[in-house]
């Protein structure tokens, strides 16, 4: 506006032509002159700040209204699973009384993930929490580490794969999910506290990227109210801000509720809360919010039997999460969703017309799960750990990103993650 202004101005003295004009066309000159240059200067230094720069970057990340940035600027996807087994009696990974772990971190990179949700319980880092399950003639390297030693060496392995890890807190003690982030048995203050612990135990590891802060607060829990007991946004801020002052370098991760005035979704799956009342951290740019969500073999919710299925999904979930990464608020993680079927019933359709949801909007995921001991989901791998559930794996892998360590320009491709496993694994047909 500024150089139009000055060019018009120039134009209608010039018409005039005195020698008392002369005067006042050489700063109109000098006016323009400078006004074109900043201009170009603002472009270059716009374009500079914004434009995503290939090349290598920190593994870390930050957010940018409604995306995952890294240090580079670059957008970012988060697509992986969740491999479960830390949170249960086996304080350990599962699958690993017939696996190797370096072979099943393999065969995940192979599948084009690169993000793994490693679920926890407080009670690993107790002492008396040893680990079982482990066959240790596979596993050599394995033997005598438990706890947090055991969560290291897994996380050492994701490293060297280029797998990107975030934390998840889902259970206080082995296989009980309580309703709220904390119990009788693990006060708030132990949950803040092993928090702080990790925090600090990992900081300055750009393998892991993200604390998941509790999974799936259901029942009472509340979301703005200002109930000290209940108010699941009071406690995440607390424990993000208390995170991030040890280390600043993770996201926070933020599950939703099932209940907000009357409105029932989803355990950890209800985020309506945070449009009025969002979650406010010391570092804005690390704050990242989480639902889950499930398909009607999990329970048969009425938008399944709804006469404009599945078209009605999308507006279930722009509603409940999906809205705050689509209205540039802030990304969303997919945290959990997952099922038996992806063929053409009412479970596979769900489970389809979701991963094309997230593809089409650029909203990461982390799929439950990759162990096939999930009673009601199954898994990735089949029964046997080993054979690769092709129906599930095709449809993912129509939305997978690079391993965040790699240039962003050199995504995966399904096809050659087909032929990688194909050489590698065995395949079986399932819907």
Request: with cysteine; charged share 15%; hydrophobic share 40%.
């Amino acid at each position: 506006m500024l150089v139009l202004a000055s060019a018009f101005l120039l134009a209608t003295v010039m018409k005039k032509n005195t020698m008392r004009s002369l005067s006042l066309i050489r700063v109109l000159l000098v006016l323009l002159l400078a006004s074109v240059f900043l201009l170009a200067t603002v472009i270059t230094i716009w374009h500079a700040l914004t434009q995503c720069q290939d090349g290598i970057s920190s593994g870390f990340l930050h957010t940018f209204h409604g995306e995952l940035v890294n240090t580079s600027g670059c957008e970012v996807q988060l697509t992986g699973v969740n491999w479960f087994g830390f949170e249960t009696s086996a304080f350990a990974p599962h699958g690993l009384e017939v696996r190797n772990w370096q072979d099943m971190l393999d065969q995940i990179q192979l599948d084009g993930f690169n993000t793994i949700r490693l679920p926890y319980s407080n009670q690993l880092f107790d002492p008396s929490s040893k680990p079982q399950g482990i066959n240790y003639q596979l596993n050599p390297d394995l033997k005598g580490l438990q706890g947090l030693a055991l969560m290291d060496r897994i996380i050492q392995g994701a490293h060297i794969r280029g797998l990107k890890i975030i934390l998840d807190r889902h259970d206080t003690t082995a296989d009980y999910r309580p309703e709220l982030w904390y119990t009788k048995q693990v006060p708030q203050r132990r949950w803040l506290h092993d928090w702080i612990m990790l925090a600090h135990h990992y900081r300055g590891n750009d393998t892991i990227i993200g604390a998941d802060l509790a999974n799936e607060p259901h029942g009472p829990a509340t979301w703005g109210d200002g109930n000290p007991g209940t108010d699941w946004r009071m406690a995440a801020e607390q424990a993000g801000n208390a995170i991030l002052a040890v280390n600043p370098q993770w996201l926070i991760i933020v599950e939703g509720i099932e209940e907000y005035n009357g409105d029932f979704y989803w355990w950890g799956g209800n985020l309506e809360g945070a449009e009025q009342f969002p979650v406010n951290l010391s570092e804005p740019d690390k704050l990242v919010y989480s639902a889950h969500d499930y398909g009607p073999e999990i329970y048969p919710q009425q938008w399944f039997r709804a006469t404009d299925f599945p078209h009605n999904l999308p507006i279930i979930w722009q509603k409940y999460w999906a809205y705050l990464q689509m209205d540039d608020i802030a990304p969303v993680l997919l945290g959990e969703f997952g099922g038996r079927s992806m063929g053409q019933d009412t479970a596979g359709v769900w489970q389809r017309t979701l991963v094309s949801f997230l593809h089409a909007r650029g909203i990461s995921y982390t799929y439950w799960a990759w162990n096939p001991d999930s009673g009601d989901t199954g898994g990735i791998l089949q029964d046997n750990w080993i054979t690769i559930n092709v129906g599930k794996l095709r449809i993912l892998s129509t939305y997978q990103w690079s391993l965040l360590s790699q240039p962003q320009s050199s995504k995966n491709t399904s096809l050659e993650n087909a032929r990688n496993i194909l050489n590698v694994y065995q395949w079986t047909q399932s819907q």
